[in-house]
């Protein structure tokens, strides 16, 4: 994942059964029907996917664009989402090895993109206003963002205590930061209700956010 507090050794590690949390595999199922109604993708549009993971969003968003870029840190995330693109013959899934806060391109004029999104990648960057400053130097004016992540939780989230992240996000603080950074008509839906065991072993609900916006044309 870009910019991240954490290596991608832990990622590395969970990356072959990824897929086999079926939370995870509805979340994301749930994430990429939102990304899809809010933003309405179409074949004009390239797109860019940040802490792709193994592509469950990207998967399904992919048929509906002309092109994407899936980009993450964890060589393994990418290396399942690469033999899912080769099994299903997908053609328009370009994936990349890269932190987003380093050039995309090695020193050439950076493309830039009408659509990026990620899924629960967010928490794991640690200067959001940084982050979200980057991610607009690569969106076109009146390029989409649409951005799913946690609410404000309880510190109980994560498995390991010790893991940096943000825990979740306050939704008007967020705004803030994204007008900021050059977006307007931002808009908020909880897109999921996530039910997990936390870390206190105490079953807890867990409101996750789908966030979009405009980058501003002037």
Wanted: proline share 4%.
């Amino acid at each position: 994942m870009p910019d991240s507090w954490n290596s991608p050794d832990k990622f590395n590690r969970e990356a072959s059964q990824w897929d086999e949390n079926p939370r995870r595999s509805e979340l994301a199922s749930v994430v990429a029907k939102a990304i899809i109604a809010t933003t309405k993708p179409t074949k004009t549009m390239r797109a860019l996917e940040f802490g792709c993971g193994t592509g469950l969003v990207t998967l399904e968003i992919a048929p509906l664009v002309s092109v994407i870029s899936a980009i993450d840190t964890s060589q393994e995330m990418l290396a399942v989402l690469q033999e899912k693109i080769r099994r299903f013959g997908i053609t328009n899934i370009e994936t990349r090895q890269i932190d987003l806060m380093a050039s995309l391109q090695n020193g050439k004029q950076e493309e830039c993109f009408d659509l990026i999104y990620s899924s629960m990648t967010l928490h794991h960057i640690s200067d959001t206003a940084e982050f979200l400053n980057r991610i607009s130097s690569i969106l076109v004016p009146g390029g989409m963002i649409a951005i799913a992540d946690l609410d404000k939780e309880d510190g109980l989230f994560h498995d390991d205590p010790l893991e940096k992240v943000h825990h979740g996000f306050e939704r008007e603080e967020l705004a803030a930061m994204l007008h900021t950074a050059g977006f307007q008509r931002t808009m908020f839906e909880t897109a999921h209700l996530l039910e997990k065991e936390n870390r206190e072993r105490k079953r807890a609900v867990y409101p996750i956010f789908l966030v979009t916006a405009l980058k501003a044309k002037s």
